[in-house]
């Protein structure tokens, strides 16, 4: 059963526009979120991770939005330029609950494609 | 360059066979984690290590195991091998145990044929 999830397999936007990459997740008692970049050839370097005592986070052109009730988090990026063509990789730990954030468990990716 | 290490980056073997992956983590952390990450599967939790001892273990097969010895590297061992094993496998690390941002590195690619 996948406790974290990303529907979307692949994004394609143009370069400038907003991409928005949606996170599903089913255990409540995940507290903590993260989005991870991975390039082709390297390891998922982090991006940004909100706590479920926020509902959003800002990093420059990326913002997480956390939507507790739904349990639906998302990552905006604007604008979009070429370089953030990426798999995209949503996260979720249970801090609080004696989890360590590095004990994630990961959604299946979403590749991003950014056309200019 | 996340300053984690792992060698072999590639590797093919033969089924039932054993492999041994290794990991170097950034200078001064403590904490060493294991994803395998396969084309149907996502990235995995495996295992994780702090200072030495076991920590958290994940999806982590019985014919896998795993140590973090005094120096801090780890090493994963993956024995008996199956063709399904064949996956991308990272190690990432972190400087305490609930460290804010872990590290990967650019993971070892385990064929098995």
């Known amino acids: 059963d996948q406790q974290v999830k990303q529907n979307s397999p692949s994004l394609s936007v143009q370069e400038g526009r907003i991409s928005i990459l949606n996170c599903d997740y089913t255990?409540?008692?995940?507290?903590?979120f993260l989005w991870y970049k991975k390039y082709p050839a390297e390891g998922p370097t982090f991006l940004i991770s909100?706590?479920?005592?926020?509902d959003k986070n800002e990093d420059g052109r990326f913002t997480v939005f956390l939507n507790k009730s739904a349990k639906h988090l998302s990552l905006h990026i604007v604008p979009s330029q070429p370089g953030d063509s990426a798999v995209y990789f949503c996260?979720?730990?249970?801090?609080?609950?004696?989890?360590?954030?590095?004990?994630?468990?990961f959604g299946k990716g979403t590749k991003l494609s950014v056309k200019p | 360059d996340s300053g984690v290490t792992q060698t072999p980056k590639h590797l093919i073997t033969a089924t039932g066979q054993r492999v041994t992956l290794r990991c170097s983590p950034r200078?001064?952390?403590?904490?060493v984690y294991w994803y395998q990450q396969s084309l149907d599967q996502g990235l995995q939790f495996l295992i994780q290590?702090?200072?030495?001892?076991?920590?958290a273990k994940g999806n982590i097969l019985e014919r896998f195991s795993a140590q973090q010895f005094p120096d801090l590297h780890s090493e994963l061992n993956l024995s008996s091998l199956e063709l399904g094993d064949s996956a991308l496998y990272f190690c990432?690390?972190?400087?305490?145990?609930?460290?804010?941002?872990?590290?990967f590195g650019e993971g070892s690619w385990l064929t098995v044929v």
């Open positions: 909100i706590s479920s005592i926020k």
């Open positions: 290590y702090y200072n030495g001892e076991e920590r």
């Open positions: 255990n409540s008692m995940f507290d903590y």
């Open positions: 996260a979720a730990s249970k801090r609080a609950y004696g989890g360590s954030q590095g004990n994630l468990i």
């Open positions: 200078s001064g952390d403590l904490s």
């Open positions: 990432a690390s972190s400087a305490q145990v609930t460290g804010n941002t872990i590290y």
